[in-house]
C-alpha cells in the first residue's frame, strides 16, 4: 500500500532530486530531466501542505469556490507556485524573499518547458538553480513544516541525505565559481552580470551577444533586453546615447556594485549623473552637448538644430 503524507512524499522527492544531481549518483541527460521535474513537485507539494495549515481552501485556485467535499476528495484544481508564493507571503505571513520567490517561479517554468516543449539546457545551469531552490526548501520545511518531522524520526534521517547531498551540489557550484572568478572572470567585475537562466554572477557584458561564463548560455542583445525588463520598464526601451539602439536598462546588476545604465546592444554603461535627458526628443544624451542656454541635446536633435540654423543664414544671406 502506498503511504506518501505530503511532507513524507515531498522529502522523498528532495532525496530524488540530490541524487540525480549527483556526479556520483547521476548527472546523465535523463538524471537532469527528473532532477528538474522532481524538484518543482517538491516545491509545490510542501509550498501547499504549509498554505494547507492556514486554512485548506488556500489550496484551491479559486478559494471562493473551495469545498469540504471537493478538498477531502482531492478533486479541484490548485493553485500554481507564483500564486502559492504570494498567499504564503500575504495571508501566511511566511517570510519569502524577493530572490527566493523568483527561483521558486522560474523552477516552475524550467518544468513547464521540460514537461510540454522540452528541454536544452546545460547541466551547471540546472545544477545551480536547483541548489537555489534546495537550499530553501531545506529551510522551508525546518522552519515552517517542523511539527510533521516532529513525527518520524524517518524523515529526519531523509532530510539527513537530502542536506549532505545539497552541500555535494553547493560544492560544485563553488568551486567552479572560484575557478572563474581565477580566470575568466578576474578584474572584470564592472563587466560581469548576473546570469539569468543559471542566476550566478558569471556573464560578462559583451556587444551583441553577452554568455555566462558558468552555464555557458548566450544571449543576443534584444533577448537579454528582455529578459531585464521589469513591469515598470516603458516599452520601448529608452535609445543608447553610445550607439543609438533601443536596449538602454536600468534593471542590469553588475558585480562592482555601481548604479548604471546599461545597454545590451553595445555593452555600454552609463552613470546616470553622466547622462541628462535630450531637451527637444527626451532620450538621453551625455550632458557635455548642450544646446544655448545649457539644454542637453542628444547628437541627433543637435544635428537637426545646426542644420537649420545653417539654413537660416544661407537664406538671409541669399
Known sequence: ?????????????????????????????????????????????LLKTRLSR???????????KATSAKHAKADFDSCGTAEAVKRLQDIADVPIS?????????LAKLRNKLQHYGLNETAEAVEARAATVL??????????????????????????????????????????????????LKDAENRTLRCPDCQQPAMLAEARRSRCRFCGKAWPAYDLADLLRTDEQPEPFDECPGCHAPTLTDNAVFADGKD????????????????????????????????????????????????QEQEEQERYWM
Open 1 to 45: 500500500m502506498l503511504d506518501f503524507p505530503p511532507v513524507h512524499n515531498g522529502v522523498d522527492y528532495l532525496r530524488s532530486v540530490v541524487t540525480h544531481l549527483n556526479p556520483a549518483t547521476g548527472g546523465s541527460p535523463r538524471d537532469i530531466k527528473y532532477a528538474v521535474l522532481h524538484l518543482q513537485a517538491a516545491a509545490e507539494v
Open 54 to 64: 492556514e486554512h485548506w481552501s488556500l489550496m484551491f485556485r479559486d478559494p471562493g
Open 98 to 106: 524577493k530572490e527566493e520567490g523568483t527561483a521558486l517561479v522560474e
Open 135 to 184: 537550499d530553501f526548501l531545506v529551510r522551508f520545511i525546518d522552519e515552517h513544516l517542523e511539527p510533521e518531522l516532529a513525527k518520524s524520526g524517518a524523515l529526519h534521517l531523509e532530510m539527513e541525505v537530502v542536506r549532505r547531498g545539497l552541500k555535494d551540489i553547493q560544492s560544485f557550484v563553488t568551486e567552479r565559481m572560484t575557478r572563474l572568478r581565477g580566470n575568466e
Open 260 to 307: 548604471t545604465l546599461f545597454c545590451t546592444t553595445c555593452a555600454g554603461r552609463f552613470a546616470p549623473a553622466e547622462l541628462g535627458n535630450c531637451a527637444a526628443c527626451g532620450s538621453y544624451c551625455p550632458t557635455r552637448d548642450t544646446a544655448p542656454g545649457g539644454q542637453d541635446l542628444c547628437i541627433f536633435c543637435a544635428e537637426d538644430i545646426r542644420r
